[in-house]
């Protein structure tokens, strides 16, 4: 039997061996910490600023201000608007200066005694003073197809509507955290807990005005990122490595709980507004749709999270015409950026209260209005892309629905819920469809650096961070197997900028198929080379040489590889190798809106069954049903968990995590206590997770299909589940069950209410 593989580095998690970045701290002597200034308003003036005082404190040792930066004080990544000490506030808590002690207290007593003076301005904290006051970022992003007004007007039946829904906190469980130093050659090095260490490179590079080669960035490892450090470890890194420029000593910045969610951005919040069309049977005719994402201070991702919104407000339904436009409000709160799904799951979540409104007032079933609006073979998405596979949405609905007994559950649950006048129970399957590429084409591409000693044994280095996912471990089996190695012949190296240059984020879900290609084509080349040499010494054909775990065989003759490559060696044949994938056939117009922004779209559905108690609202995840398409696993195992963790991130964004800021701008809910997440109690009781079978996807690394973020958007049945719980509370008479994002049991409790009541 063959050993599953799992997570390459699970023993350490769990015994606490592995290391983190903030783990390194033992390893720099003199090291100084860093704590930040922070401005008690959301929106001011800095009128004054006087460090004398802080510098009195015992143990500190120096402070950072704007005229320390040596080049440009500035880390937006685009468009640089993110001023590292800013003039002008823009948020609440965020930071005026940094003070470095030799303790960690002695930094936070001296940041303590930094005096600062302002001029409060007022403050626009929610989307609705943001529209109202048209305070924008961007927009209107727009993507069209067809007359959608016209559509509307001429369709039998008209709905219109709005949705709030709710951000989320990323709560990984390693908050931001780099240490700088200086290297044994007079660069400066960074240890970052980043998902593109590349970017934190450049923004190092930026703030100290030096060129790009005078940083390396490296990251280990990260306890979780969610796409929280996909830019947003880049400031933390710049303090760092600008303590370390002035005071020539190692720099450690790390934001304990509470700071790393009142500073760092946020899943954003949208507001939706809608106006649909649609026939007697359900099926839709047009959709007027704007979207206003809660953008925060500064621009971030924002953009590039608006648009994957725009691109998934089809999720897997055909709209025949379609006019969705997008805004990006600036307001005065933390820089809200890309958290698993970005912008996807909102796109996705506002169709699917679209469908069920419509069902409800046409007082058919939601799931019959879904499946009757799937995809077919052959259609396009609103902005232009043949929908690929279309038929594996009916395949995976039919199936789950089979698999989870979806027919006869109803039925029984229709019996419960006659037989409870308080207590009701709701069942929903949701599909999901979800885009795989970076929409901006150009981060479709990766490289890698394998070095192969002459002992067989093997270093990999890609530019892919591993943040929990299982990266390094898929890499790790598609390294054996392109080498003809054993797993346990290879390991995975650090991600270091000095390894592999110019890398994109890990995001996007595409880290095993853009850094396992580029692993792999290293790996051809480095086999191709070795085929001749081998055949001569098997007194082979060279076609008929195999490399497969470690031995090499042709003929009747079987070695070691490690004789082979010692062979090569001594024939001057190079045993390393640098791989490079970019992502064939991806392109995308942001004027026209149209193109095929992606390489191919993830699929997945899921069946959930809840029961709320109609006294206060408290609901409970009965069951959980879900598959998804992954094509051939790497890692099973992996898989698995990446499935399973998606779907309960997602359950805990739509009913229970809520991010509360005050009128001032305060985020008042900045630690476990106040922000509720999902535990043990919130699992679902009953939890099936299966593949879709026979699903190999061609043109992908071994045929697999990225699984880090499509599970996430499953839990949207989790929250149709509950609007049917509630919808079972009324009449007969149907009508739309209305309930903003996340349905906490308040809103649950306030929706019964309405529903009783008809
Ligand atoms: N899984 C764990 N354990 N920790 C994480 O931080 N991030 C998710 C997902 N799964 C994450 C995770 C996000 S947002 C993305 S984009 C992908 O992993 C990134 O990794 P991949 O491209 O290698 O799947
Ligand atoms: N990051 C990004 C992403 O820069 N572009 C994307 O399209 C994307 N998609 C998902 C997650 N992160
Ligand atoms: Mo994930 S949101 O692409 O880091």
Not at 555 to 583: C, E, M, N, Q, W
Not at 694 to 701: C, S
């Amino acid at each position: 039997m063959v050993k599953p593989a799992h997570h390459e580095s699970a023993e350490a998690h769990v015994t606490g061996e592995a290391l983190y970045t903030d783990d390194l701290v033992s390893r720099f002597p003199h090291l100084l910490h860093a704590w930040p200034v922070l401005s008690p308003h959301a929106h001011a003036l800095v009128t004054y600023l006087n460090v004398a005082d802080a510098l009195e404190e015992p143990g500190v040792v120096d402070t950072l201000l704007a005229a320390d930066v040596p080049g440009e004080g500035n880390t937006g990544a685009n468009r640089h608007d993110e001023l590292l000490f800013p003039v002008e506030i823009t948020y609440h808590s965020q930071p005026v200066a940094w003070v470095l002690g030799e303790t960690l207290e002695a930094a936070r007593l001296g940041a303590a005694r930094v005096v600062v003076q302002f001029e409060v301005l007022p403050a626009i904290v929610t989307i609705q003073d943001a529209i109202s006051a048209k305070s924008f970022h961007s927009g209107p992003l727009r993507i069209r197809r067809g007359d959608a007004a016209a559509a509307i007007d001429d369709a039998p039946h008209t709905l219109a509507g709005e949705l709030s829904i709710g951000g989320q906190e990323h709560f990984y469980l390693e908050t931001q955290c780099a240490i700088a130093r200086y290297d044994e050659t007079g660069g400066i090095h960074v240890e970052s807990s980043t998902q593109h260490p590349a970017e934190t490179q450049e923004i190092v590079a930026r703030v100290l005005g030096i060129a790009r080669n005078q940083v390396t960035v490296q990251c280990t490892r990260m306890g979780g990122a969610f796409g929280g450090k996909e830019v947003q470890a880049n400031p933390y890194a710049a303090i760092a490595a600008l303590g370390t420029w002035k005071t020539k000593r190692p720099v450690r910045v790390r934001l304990p709980r509470r700071l790393d969610m009142a500073l760092t951005g946020k899943r954003h919040p949208f507001f939706a507004r809608f106006r649909v069309g649609f026939d007697a049977d359900g099926l839709l005719r047009g959709l007027d749709l704007e979207l206003y994402s809660d953008g925060g201070w500064s621009i971030d991702l924002s953009e590039p999270v608006l648009w994957r919104a725009l691109f998934h407000s089809d999720n897997a339904y055909l709209v025949p015409a379609l006019d969705a436009r997008g805004w990006v409000c600036h307001t005065h709160k933390t820089s809200q950026t890309a958290f698993r799904g970005f912008g996807g799951p909102q796109g996705m979540v506002v169709i699917e209260d679209i469908l069920e409104r419509i069902a409800r007032t046409l007082r058919l079933d939601p799931h019959v209005v879904r499946e009757r609006n799937f995809y077919s073979e052959g259609d396009v998405t609103h902005y232009g892309q043949p929908v690929k596979d279309a038929g594996r949405i009916e395949r995976i609905w039919n199936r789950l629905k089979e698999t989870s007994e979806f027919n006869l559950r109803r039925a029984e649950i229709a019996r419960f819920n006659a037989a409870h006048p308080h207590c009701k129970r709701g069942l929903a399957i949701t599909p999901a469809k979800f885009g795989i590429s970076f929409t901006a084409t150009f981060f479709n591409q990766a490289g890698a650096l394998v070095l192969v000693y002459r002992d067989g044994s093997v270093q990999v280095n890609h530019g892919g961070t591993e943040m929990g996912q299982g990266l390094h471990t898929k890499i790790r089996e598609i390294a054996a197997q392109g080498l003809g190695v054993t797993v346990d012949a290879v390991r995975v190296m650090p991600t270091r900028t000095d390894k592999v240059p110019n890398t994109s984020a890990t995001a996007a879900s595409a880290g095993t198929d853009l850094n396992g290609a580029a692993v792999l084509d290293a790996c051809t080349q480095i086999r191709a080379r070795l085929v001749p040499v081998a055949a001569e010494m098997l007194g082979c054909d060279p076609a008929a040489v195999r490399f497969a775990a470690g031995r090499v065989s042709g003929g009747s003759g079987d070695i070691d590889i490690a004789s082979v490559l010692d062979a090569a060696y001594r024939k001057r044949i190079p045993l390393f190798a640098h791989g490079f994938y970019r992502t064939p056939e991806i392109h995308f117009d942001a004027k026209t809106a149209t193109g095929k922004p992606f390489h191919y779209f993830a699929y997945g559905a899921a069946v959930s069954e809840v029961e709320i108690d109609g006294f206060t609202g408290a609901h409970r995840l009965l069951r959980a049903d879900l598959l998804q398409d992954i094509g051939d696993s790497i890692v099973p195992l992996v898989d698995l968990g990446q499935i399973e963790g998606g779907f309960v991130q997602g359950a805990g964004w739509l009913t229970l995590e809520e991010l509360v800021w005050d009128a001032q701008g305060r985020l008042a809910t900045n630690g476990a206590s106040t922000y509720k997440l999902p535990s043990w109690p919130e699992m679902p009781e009953v939890f099936n997770v299966a593949f879709l079978e026979r699903a190999t996807e061609p043109g992908v690394i071994f045929g697999s299909k990225a699984v880090g973020e499509p599970p996430l958007m499953l839990a949207i049945s989790v929250r149709e589940a509950i609007r049917e719980a509630i919808a079972a509370f009324g009449c007969e008479c149907g009508g739309p069950v209305e309930l903003d994002s996340p349905a906490t049991p308040e809103r649950i409790f306030w929706a019964v209410g309405k529903a009783r009541r008809r």
